[in-house]
């Protein structure tokens, strides 16, 4: 790295470049910091005034002697407070990430067993099991049966309750139904009682020229709707 510098040479200026690295001799280096601090307390001065900028510059020597500026009390206050909102920051992810690869881990050994006593309850892997197990898998299996004994008798009742209802329910329906149709055929009945002497008596006047046969039509169209 390299970095242009002014020389002068005589009465002439010139533009020279100098490699940016350690530099070995103690006094040149002194003479450096000293001359390069300065101008950095310039800048910071002149940033500070040219933007409006808040500024905080802290410096070391290599002698541990510690230069500072600042144009304000309370920069360095809210430096600290942003380093301590990244430090917790930074904490909390990685206790975050610690949690979640625990809770990963102990769902992950969860789903295995649980694999596995499937595997067991379908009569698979079963060699792996003492003769304890296989006792406590055959109680297991017959505690099961029990309860799905039950809860199939349970259904049962229920639908066969529900059945019972729907019958009644059709049976009065039914029923309703009967009682419509004998109605309906004791009014047809009556009506045809009705009607058969007054037809007649109809075609008896008719026969004695009371009625004209125009009137005698009307009448029986007028019957014939009962």
Request: proline letters at 1%; aromatic letters at 8%; glycine letters at 4%.
């Amino acid at each position: 790295m390299y970095m242009d510098v002014f020389t002068s040479v005589g009465a002439e200026m010139g533009r020279g470049k100098i490699e940016i690295k350690r530099i070995e001799n103690t006094t040149n280096r002194q003479v450096t910091f000293c001359k390069r601090r300065k101008g950095l307390l310039k800048k910071s001065y002149e940033l500070s005034i040219l933007c409006e900028a808040e500024v905080a510059l802290i410096v070391v020597s290599s002698r541990g002697r510690l230069s500072e500026y600042s144009n304000s009390k309370s920069v360095i206050e809210r430096f600290k407070e942003a380093s301590s909102d990244k430090l917790n920051t930074g904490s909390s992810i990685e206790i975050n990430a610690q949690y979640y690869q625990q809770e990963s881990a102990k769902l992950r050994q969860q789903i295995q067993v649980l694999q596995n006593s499937n595997r067991q309850l379908m009569g698979d892997s079963l060699s792996a099991l003492t003769v304890k197990g296989l006792k406590k898998l055959d109680n297991g299996l017959a505690r099961g049966l029990t309860r799905i004994k039950s809860e199939k008798h349970k259904i049962l009742l229920a639908e066969i309750e529900y059945f019972q209802k729907r019958q009644i329910e059709l049976e009065n329906e039914n029923m309703f139904l009967c009682s419509k149709i004998a109605e309906f055929e004791r009014f047809h009945q009556a009506n045809n009682i009705v009607t058969g002497p007054k037809l007649n008596a109809v075609h008896e006047l008719a026969s004695q020229n009371f009625f004209s046969p125009t009137m005698i039509e009307n009448t029986k169209t007028a019957y014939s709707h009962f």
